[in-house]
């Protein structure tokens, strides 16, 4: 049965991994391990190490604790919603858009702003 610890700790890992447009199989290349292992360690279904989660962090680029927000200090999860970044089009939007430069950002910004008010 899955921790639900492991389990958010593998959602953040596929979040992160999505976010810079990186497969699983690059993934576990770059970390030395076999793609089906990155799959067990996104659903929750095999624990990552503490050296395994150093290595991913690397990988990914950010810091270990990236990989544990949204827990509280007993392990449950925050309350929130999740359901954006389970969405495969929110995703890849928001990467399309943290790839845009800043002042065209912020143009793109208030463009969406003012047609979901209009909505």
């Not at 970390?31 to 292992?37: A, D, N």
């Not at 065209?104 to 910004?109: E, I, P, T, V, Y």
Request: aromatic share 8%; net charge neutral; charged share 30%.
């Amino acid at each position: 049965m899955k921790h639900p610890v492991d389990a958010h700790v593998g959602k953040r890992i596929r979040h992160r991994r999505w976010m810079v447009g990186m497969t699983q199989q690059q993934l576990a290349d770059k970390v030395g391990i076999k793609f089906q292992q990155v799959q067990k360690y996104e659903t929750g279904m095999n624990r990552v190490s503490a050296s395994r989660l150093w290595s991913i962090a690397d990988a990914l680029e950010v810091s270990i604790d990236f990989f544990f927000e949204g827990l509280e200090a007993d392990g449950s999860l925050e309350a929130r919603d999740d359901s954006l970044l389970a969405d495969r089009e929110a995703m890849e939007l928001v990467r399309a858009y943290s790839a845009i430069p800043e002042a065209q950002r912020r143009k793109l910004f208030d463009l969406a702003r003012v047609l979901s008010s209009a909505a």
